[in-house]
């Protein structure tokens, strides 16, 4: 296939050309990959800055496997860059490692193994593919990353930098310029820009970020970091998101809240013990869609009102497509067992309009497929607490090459968790946009 470029991916190219270290904080949709792909290409071939065989992507483990082969196969312009994809058992690993290519593609949960196997990262050039799946300083991934970076070209990619506010930023930027603009430590990032909220001593439970910070914060990594809004750049059909309120009986709702305060629900003749919040949250969003696991994680039917709402919805679509996004194995199992015509999501059957119903859990497609041919309707059958996940998941039908407006309805049960956690996401999400709009793409920071 020709790649026409627009001009924003033009200057997304440039823009990694000319920064050893930068990030591409782009919605869904835009072309992160192969706007990225085209840039390896320019840096091998005509500014000869990066040598064969030393590209290395680091992704989640379906989009290591798949996406990055599928968009070199896609466009005529990358016809001559080869890549191997290095996952699997250590022996399939090191043969991928062993074979001759331009670009090696490993998932993350592998990186300490190649760290081991290479004596470090002998790599001209690193692309961190879901850049926020390292915001977390203190994680294992970050710690055996960070140190292996200096040398390299880094090109950090996603879509949602800042999912639970601007305290996410610290170690994404550190891999990408290893602490020049924001702190050397993620301990002094907090001081400079933060103050204790909710605090035991010295142990703090929340941060609050200090007046003027986030604009400071958006001056210091707006030199290297591009943002790009998909609505700013695409003429992308509309996307509307509804709630579709399930409403419990008395009789249902007193359960819920018998769960929610003494922490002990009888249902049959098990108990649902609810050890700590965490715990009472998963429990209380499992009785919202209307099953729970007890304590020997055997489901339980507390109500039927989401079930019901979804075959009723269903049945309004008049054989459209609907893409349903399930948390918990026994929602998907009653939607299979009880809504007609669902089954698992085919990717195939799908983007040729063959399914009815087709079910998904976010965390394993919510990054990388295109979904848009098949259908525009989304429905969430339980909300997941991570906008990395819901934004990503949205982002299978609302992109490039949708024809229809998407909807997005949400089955929230009446006085639940339901409405918090929408609220929540709701809530990041301004927190996001904030940053993103900061950074939004400006041509003016490209060297001519």
Known sequence: MQFE???????????????????????????????TLTAVKKLYEDYEEISYGKVLVIAPLRIAKYVWLEELAKWDHLQ?????????????????????????????????W????????????????????????TSQRFRMLHKHLKSARVVGLTGTPATNGYLDLWSQLYLL???????????????????PLIANGRIVYKYGIKAGAREIIDNKISDICMSMRTKDYINMPDCIYNQITVHMS?????????????????????????????????????YANGMIYDDEHNAKVVHNRKIEALKEF????????????????????????????SRLLDLDAWNKGQMTVALAHPASFGHGLNLQYGGSIIVWYGLVWSLELYDQANARLWRQGQKETVIIHHLIANDTIDTLIYKALVNKKNIQNELMEALKYDRKWIKK
């Open 5 to 35: 470029l627009y001009q924003y991916q033009k200057d997304a190219i440039e823009h990694i050309i000319q920064h050893k270290g930068c990030g591409l904080f782009l919605e869904p949709g835009l072309g992160k990959t192969v706007i």
């Open 80 to 112: 001559g860059l080869s890549a191997s994809i290095v996952v699997g058992t250590a022996k399939q690993r090191i043969r991928a490692l062993s074979e001759g290519a331009h670009i090696y593609i490993i998932n993350r949960e592998m990186v300490g």
């Open 114 to 137: 190649l760290i081991e196997h290479m004596g470090g990262l002998p790599y001209d050039m690193v692309i961190l593919d879901e850049l926020s799946s390292f915001k977390s300083p």
């Open 177 to 195: 310029d290893g602490g020049a603009r924001l702190e050397k430590t993620n301990t002094l990032y907090k001081l400079a820009y933060f103050y």
């Open 250 to 286: 008395e009789r249902e709702i007193r359960g819920y809240n018998d769960l929610k305060h003494d922490l002990i629900l009888s249902i049959e003749d098990s108990d649902i013990v609810a050890a700590n919040a965490a715990v009472l949250c998963n429990k209380l969003v499992q």
């Open 314 to 341: 269903v049945e309004t679509c008049d054989g459209k497509s609907v893409l349903v996004f399930y948390v918990y194995n026994h929602d998907r199992d009653r939607i299979l067992s009880e809504v007609k015509g």
